[in-house]
């Protein structure tokens, strides 16, 4: 981590020769609760090791002057002038420059260097973090006093509206409202979440990355949702009260089977189940119950395999591996699926074989290599303090 931070710090003396304020803004997992968040429903993000970090400092001629230094690229335009460009990376910036002038809030310009360790694609947010890092670092450098869901507002609609990408909250949230050794409950539809411990030394968190790029994500997602949404218009002519899958349980669901499609029978059987597990799931942390918590990260693997229909060949070779080795408590695909990582619980005894047979599985099958993320939950975004770094 120091490494990553000093290079950024580095790159950014030898372009602008000044004093800067460092922010580390962090990746995200999520334990379970997938495709849920756009249904009302719940989920179980954490803020992880894994972060972007930023190097800032004030303008006071309306330029915005930024340096990918991962990329060893960089971009400028004003804060007055916000277009769109062709790079794709300078959006996720401009975006939340342009949310906040929405907001009348004054920016006088700044420079900005940022890199890190967040693997790109990969479904760990780099994203989000990109987004609400700079929104917490401006807020920060000029003082504009915004409390930290409005921050977290900036950075959804920034990819939003700047970007284009109709994502839902759970990303932005966790990585402001991120604490250490904690993971977090988020209620989708009012926002209220709690906390519970992940606090296990002896169990290590392990993402597994398929390396498959999800060219089919994006329109798959966009028809999950639709079908769910049919779901919910089907379901409402027998109650008026049920606003999204969140408001129906599995017995009225199976009640009125006969009125849905197969196809948005299993959409919505999946998601309902999936809300119940997250519930069950906190329960489990609370109870220290790590083996119970991770049988439900393999029924979540499995209802999205055989009812959402979003994982891949290469994510259920993982997870089925996985089910097969000693010491792995719970597994399954995380994010939009149709490629990207896997989740694995594990018992720090079992690493060194885990690793082993795992990368064997996924060579025997896909001729590839397996990349490892071994993961800590760590706090949300937050300035850094330059004398540490120094010492």
């Not at 890199?115 to 401006?138: D, K, M, Q, R």
């Not at 997602?221 to 049920?242: P, S």
């Amino acid at each position: 981590m120091q490494a990553l931070i000093q290079n950024v710090e580095q790159k950014f003396r030898e372009l602008f020769n000044e004093e800067p304020m460092l922010v580390r803004s962090p990746g995200r997992i999520n334990l379970i609760g997938e495709h849920t968040d756009y249904n009302e429903g719940f989920v179980l993000p954490a803020s992880i090791d894994r972060a972007i970090y930023f190097a800032l400092s004030p303008r006071n001629d309306g330029q915005c002057r930024f340096f990918a230094n991962d990329l060893n690229d960089e971009y400028q335009c004003r804060v007055d002038e916000l277009t769109k460009s062709g790079k794709g990376w300078p959006n996720y910036l401009c975006g939340v420059v342009d949310q906040i002038n929405k907001r009348g809030y004054t920016i006088p310009g700044f420079n900005c260097v940022f890199g890190g360790n967040i693997p790109i694609a990969s479904g760990l947010s780099s994203s989000a973090a990109i987004e609400a890092g700079l929104a917490y670092a401006l807020n920060n450098m000029f003082h504009f006093h915004l409390n930290e869901l409005s921050l977290v507002k900036i950075a959804q609609k920034a990819e939003n509206e700047f970007v284009g990408v109709q994502c839902g909250i759970m990303d932005q949230l966790i990585n402001i409202y991120g604490r250490e050794r904690k993971v977090l409950k988020l209620d989708c539809r009012t926002l209220e979440h709690e906390y519970y411990p992940f606090e296990r030394d002896d169990l290590q968190l392990v993402l597994c990355d398929t390396r498959v790029h999800r060219e089919l994500a994006a329109s798959e997602y966009n028809l999950r949702r639709l079908q769910c949404e049919a779901g919910v218009e089907a379901l409402r002519k027998y109650d008026v009260n049920i606003r999204s899958l969140r408001d129906v349980n599995i017995d009225f669901l199976k009640a009125h089977q006969k009125e849905l499609s197969p196809v948005i029978y299993k959409r919505c059987k999946y998601v309902i189940e999936e809300n119940e597990r997250v519930l069950a799931a906190c329960q489990d942390l609370q109870r220290e119950d790590y083996g119970t918590f991770g049988q439900r990260m393999f029924a979540s693997h499995a209802g999205l395999r055989d009812e959402y229909e979003v994982s891949c060949a290469e994510l259920d070779v993982l997870v089925e591996k996985a089910t097969k080795i000693d010491g792995v408590l719970g597994a399954r695909m995380m994010g939009a699926g149709f490629g990207g990582c896997t989740i694995n619980l594990v018992q720090q005894a079992a690493l060194d074989n885990f690793y082993r047979e795992m990368n064997r599985a996924y060579k025997d099958s896909m001729q590839r290599d397996l990349l490892f993320y071994p993961t800590q939950i760590e706090a949300g975004t937050s300035k850094i303090n330059v004398q540490l770094i120094e010492a």
